[in-house]
C-alpha cells in the first residue's frame, strides 16, 4: 500500500532528524555520497552525465552491477525524462529491455532533495540506513548536500577511502537537473527508487518492467 506524505510533514521529519543528531551527537557510518557540490565532471564516455547540480552516488567504487553497468552515451537506445516531486516520480513504472542502454534526465521540481537509484530491493532498504546516518552526521540536510573537508569527515568518524562514483544512482537538488545513462545488462526485479530519509516509505519508489527484446 502506497503511503504519501505532504512535502510540510516530510520536512518537518526531516528537520527532527537533523535535531535529534544535534542532542545525541554523531553517528558512524558505513558509507555514504559525495559531500562535493561540482556541477559537472570531467569522465569517460561510460561515465553516467552529470549537469545542472546532479551528484554522482556512491555505492561501491563504480563497479560493474550483476544487472547492469554505466551506460556509453554513443550506444544510448533512448532518453526517458524523470520529473521528481514531493515526493514522487511522475513514473510509477518503466518497461525496459534486457540489453537496452538508457538515458535518464532527472528533473526536480520539488523543495526537497530527491534520489534516483536504480537497484534490488535490498539494497534500497541498506542505502536507506546509510542515507540516514548521513543526515545524522550533518551530511545532507532536507535540501542539499553539504560540503565536508577531510577534518570534518574525520570527526564525524566517516570512512574517507569509500568511493563515491557508482553510476547507478544520482542525488538532485531542488530546482536542478541531472543525467544518468545505465546499460540494464539483464532481467531482474529492479526497483527505481529516492533512498533520502522517509521519502521511499512515502512512495517514492518505481518499478522495472522488463519485456522480450
Known sequence: MKI?????????????????????GPVFAAGGHSSG???????SPKAPAETKGGQNDGHGGGRSLSYGEAGDLNEVDRTVEIIMTDIEYNLPELSIK????????????????????IGLPAMHATHQQE?????ENGMMT???????SAAEHRQHGMNMSMSHDDPNAV????????ELIWKFKEAASLQFACNVPGHYESGMVGEFKFSAR
Open 37 to 43: 557540490q561540482s556541477d559537472s565532471h570531467n569522465a
Open 131 to 135: 542515507m540516514m546516518a548521513m543526515m
Open 171 to 178: 542525488i538532485v537538488e531542488p530546482g536542478k537537473t541531472a
Open 4 to 24: 504519501k506524505l505532504n512535502s510540510r510533514l516530510v520536512g518537518m521529519t526531516a528537520a527532527g532528524v537533523l535535531l535529534g543528531a544535534v542532542l545525541s
Open 98 to 117: 534486457a540489453g537496452e542502454t538508457i538515458r535518464f534526465v532527472l528533473k526536480n521540481k520539488g523543495e526537497f532533495l530527491h534520489e534516483f537509484n
Open 142 to 148: 532536507a535540501t542539499e548536500m553539504v560540503k565536508m
